[in-house]
């Protein structure tokens, strides 16, 4: 089989991902500097290698390594954080793609996979989104992952990069932190362990396309065999839920009723956002499996 390097390995999409490559026979090397991800995360039969994927020497870590593919995963993962330092978004999201692109280039790692977001679209109506819809990014977040995919997409151009692109909808399971948009199942599942109350920025009716971590490793890995390349991809469930839903939900598994707190909403937040998964399903042969009660289910057990 193939040999795997996953940037942010040690993050919760990544401890998802590794586990499913290591499960079809995978080589799995893991880069991570556990500034937010865990080594906990990373499985025993993983290769692990603690750096900052910013460092200039990058390119020789990864000298000799004979990778077949890289799935970058690593970078700034919030709204909020890129408008409060646009600076280390940059850094984050930018300067550390292209490093990785330039280690890729001049070791010979013929494919790339990266992880882009819905934020690229910014706040457009037009529900479902489809990859063909503008890019509007209402934030510097988004302003970073578009211009991340413009880089790899030059990249294919000018040296023959083969790229698959994946803008994900909001992803959840377990391990992940409770922080960010994305992580607002763990933060209330959080509070509904701890018998806490909750806050909602806004009037809970906002909705996200929450899908599960697994599906996105399944999309993942079959995204390093298929002939589709150098396109982007939307992974979604197609399915809008919004916060005071995804409460009730809680509430129907724990059997607790917590109090909940109404806060402003956030600057820069969009309110709705669902992402067709028709190309990807088309494309790629993949569809998403997990049931969101079924996947909330495993978000609480995971912390009690």
Not at 20 to 27: C, P
Not at 160 to 165: A, K, S, T
Not at 178 to 202: D, R, W, Y
């Amino acid at each position: 089989m193939s040999k795997i390097l996953i940037t942010g390995g040690a993050g919760f999409i990544g401890s998802h991902l590794s586990r499913q490559l290591l499960s079809s026979g995978h080589d799995v090397l893991i880069i991570d500097d556990l500034s937010t991800g865990k080594k906990s995360n990373i499985p025993s039969q993983a290769c692990f290698i603690k750096k900052d994927i910013c460092e200039a020497d990058l390119s020789s870590t990864l000298a000799g390594k004979n990778i077949d593919a890289i799935v970058h995963l690593a970078g700034q993962t919030t709204v909020p954080h890129s408008m409060k330092d646009p600076i280390l978004d940059e850094r984050l999201n930018i300067f550390a793609t292209l490093n990785i692109l330039e280690a890729a280039r001049q070791n010979n790692i013929p494919r790339l996979i990266f992880s882009s977001t819905a934020a690229v679209y910014g706040d457009n109506e037009n529900l479902p989104l489809t990859e063909s819809l503008p890019s509007l990014p209402l934030s510097f977040y988004g302003l970073s992952k578009i211009t991340a995919e413009e880089y790899i997409r030059q990249y294919g151009n000018s040296f023959g990069l083969e790229y698959i692109i994946f803008r994900f909808s909001n992803v959840y399971g377990e391990r992940q932190n409770c922080t960010g948009e994305g992580g607002v199942i763990s933060i209330f599942a959080q509070k509904f362990v701890q018998n806490m109350p909750l806050t909602i920025f806004g009037d809970g009716r906002q909705t996200r396309d929450f899908i599960y971590a697994g599906d996105i490793a399944k999309a993942i890995e079959k995204a390093l065999t298929t002939p589709k390349i150098n396109s982007i991809y939307n992974l979604s469930t197609e399915t809008k839920t919004d916060l005071l839903t995804l409460i009730s939900l809680f509430k129907e598994i724990t059997g607790k009723k917590i109090p909940i707190n109404y806060a402003p909403k956030r600057a820069k937040d969009i309110y709705n956002s669902v992402l067709s998964n028709k190309k990807a399903r088309t494309a790629l042969n993949w569809q998403p499996q997990m049931n969101i009660k079924i996947g909330l289910q495993k978000v609480y057990n995971s912390l009690i």
